[in-house]
């Protein structure tokens, strides 16, 4: 049934927004015409005029959108060495030496976490392990990248220890990810079908590359999974102008449409290179780094403004943050701040007096809790902030980070609801929202009439899932504008 064209979704429960406007739980049918839906009765009080796709009961949710992906980067993954289980430098450094070189002829790992291991990345360790072959160990934040010695001459850089970081990490990953198009297309379709399978009917994607030419083509040789907003960074930011790129607009295809400029202005946590207000642990001069001055900042916010273009700001730190504030307060731009997750109390009403988005991750608050015990334990601000932003009146929405966290919307719903994915109690439980707050940040539509016929069916209520049930929801079958995209 995969592509097949659906004009009626016979006896389904509503559980996610749409529920509103129902008086019960019965089933009903969603007719579907021209990929919306068109009505919503009692089953059985229409007359389908076309394919059927019966639902036998399930409970339906709007189509979840990955609001922050690295596309190339998440879909080449299934092709690099796994690191995160590593513990040591020593492990990680060994998990290369019999790893199978790709077709370019380097070895690539990714994954691995590095600010809590007893030893650290050397040149050295990584040179015995690995040889002669270029080989390259990105971490899971992006934010550095560990080489060898034929690594750092193949690509023209030096370093003491072997690892690169922030812009200079960036631009290792730019080239790994810079593949021969038709093998990152035929990675791409693939990952494209998997997201499918977890609901997944839109994504945000942050790829560091031109992918105003990239989505065509891929939606032109089949890609039709889901809906894509493709981003610009600053390097293509006059080339993206002169091509008449405006934000919301569609390009190339009802699937596609332009998103915001992206930029990064701080490092990460696990690099220890977040922007914030207090210094790192044992480092008093390391507060963090903004990599994009502030008065810069401003100046590259109302140039999009006047381009037309929305902004997606990276800011992690609390500094980072207010200076990200700062430059949208006097811009005037529109857009989101991606990840915001160390904020001040006072910053939280700029966010909702200021229209700014938080594209947040909640995954990353369970992935990185025993970062923020040892690494930002003397932070004052928020660290993580969910419910606290809400309160604020602040539209949250919600991403993986792709291939940072898995890229799974139930997962960082249930990370948001349950705020544990381990024995241990919820971290920081006042952040929690509830299931249905959740779900509004990981949808762009409602089950109601006129609105886009983005479905996904769940073989069991996700108003009455927890813990791993709720993370492991059963996608019985996606919809894309009504054509069926996943079957199980």
């Known amino acids: 049934m995969i592509g097949t064209d659906v004009s009626m979704v016979k006896g389904v429960r509503i559980a996610g927004p749409g529920r509103e406007f129902l008086i019960d739980d019965e089933p009903v049918d969603i007719v579907i015409d021209g990929g919306a839906i068109a009505d919503i009765a009692p089953t059985g009080a229409l007359r389908p005029t076309g394919e059927v796709l019966d639902a036998g009961g399930a409970w339906v949710v709007p189509g979840l959108w990955d609001n922050h992906v690295h596309t190339v980067q998440w879909a080449l993954a299934a092709e690099r060495v796994p690191l995160l289980a590593a513990g040591s430098a020593a492990e990680a450094a060994r998990l290369m030496t019999d790893a199978e070189p790709l077709p370019d002829g380097r070895r690539v790992g990714a994954g691995f976490r590095d600010a809590l291991w007893s030893d650290q990345p050397s040149l050295a360790l990584l040179d015995d392990a690995t040889g002669e072959v270029p080989t390259y160990l990105i971490n899971a934040d992006v934010h550095s990248t560990w080489l060898n010695s034929a690594a750092l001459r193949r690509e023209g850089f030096s370093a003491p220890d072997g690892v690169l970081r922030e812009e200079d990490a960036f631009e290792i990953s730019r080239r790994l990810n810079a593949v021969d198009p038709a093998r990152a297309d035929d990675a791409v379709l693939r990952a494209g079908e998997r997201a499918a399978s977890r609901g997944v009917t839109g994504l945000v994607d942050f790829d560091m590359a031109w992918n105003a030419d990239a989505w065509p083509r891929r939606v032109a ?28 607009e569609s390009h190339g295809s009802p699937l596609i449409r332009v998103g915001a400029l992206k930029i990064i202005t701080d490092g990460s946590l696990g690099t220890r290179t977040a922007a914030c207000s207090h210094h790192y642990p044992g480092d008093p001069a390391n507060f963090g780094v903004l990599t994009v001055p502030p008065e810069e900042l401003t100046d590259l916010l109302v140039a999009a403004t006047g381009a037309g273009l929305a902004v997606a700001v990276h800011a992690i730190g609390d500094r980072a943050v207010t200076a990200a504030l700062d430059a949208f307060t006097v811009s005037g731009a529109v857009g989101t701040i991606e990840h915001a997750q160390l904020v001040r109390h006072a910053d939280l009403s700029r966010f909702a007096r200021l229209g700014v988005v938080a594209s947040v991750q909640p995954q990353h608050a369970l992935d990185d809790r025993d970062l923020v015990e040892t690494h930002w334990a003397g932070q004052t601000s928020i660290g993580y902030p969910l419910a606290a932003l809400r309160r604020a009146g602040v539209q949250l929405r919600f991403g993986s980070d792709a291939p940072v966290a898995e890229l799974d919307p139930w997962q960082g719903i249930g990370a948001a609801v349950d705020r544990t994915d381990d024995a241990r109690e919820p971290w920081h439980p006042e952040e929690r929202l509830t299931i249905d707050e959740a779900l509004e940040a990981s949808v762009r539509s409602s089950v109601r009439p006129g609105e886009p016929a983005d479905l996904v069916l769940c073989g069991e209520d996700p108003r009455a899932a927890h813990g791993d049930g709720l993370r492991r929801m059963p996608v019985e079958a996606t919809l894309l504008a009504g054509r069926v995209t996943h079957r199980s």
Do not use: N
């Not at 894509?228 to 080339?239: A, K, L, Q, T």
């Open 221 to 248: 040789a089949g890609f039709a999974a889901h809906r894509v907003e493709f981003s610009v960074y600053p390097f293509d930011f006059e080339r993206a102008v002169e091509s008449g790129l405006r934000t919301g």
